[in-house]
């Protein structure tokens, strides 16, 4: 599915910063809609995923890439549940850092 990844047209707007962190590291949007932002980047020959589902009990869910130590290779997946979306960010914002070794921020707060 094509998704266009300019931040102008992200629907889920308590994102953009990250879906801005997201894009310069080299993630694509894949999936933006009212409730779920999805985005890919390629590690060949793997494909490694974050996923941010908003649910109908107000939980966001969600599930990144378990880096092994192999940089080149992602196992498996891990998933959370949090109440608002400054620790959705948070934790997101966490493991996009990780896969590019470079520490980040941005300011989930507002």
Known sequence: MFVDNEPSN????????????CLVDGWCAV?????????ERVVNPYEAE?????????TIDVTVPVKSLDPARYYSRYKLS?????EAIDFVTMHVNLYD???????SSE
């Open 10 to 21: 992200l629907i889920m707007r308590e994102y953009d910063d990250l879906h801005e962190l």
């Open 101 to 107: 070794g470079e520490e980040q921020s941005i300011d």
């Open 50 to 58: 974050i996923i941010i589902e908003l649910k109908c009990d107000s």
């Open 31 to 39: 999936e933006n809609n009212e409730t779920t932002l999805h985005y």
């Open 82 to 86: 949090f109440a608002s979306h400054a």
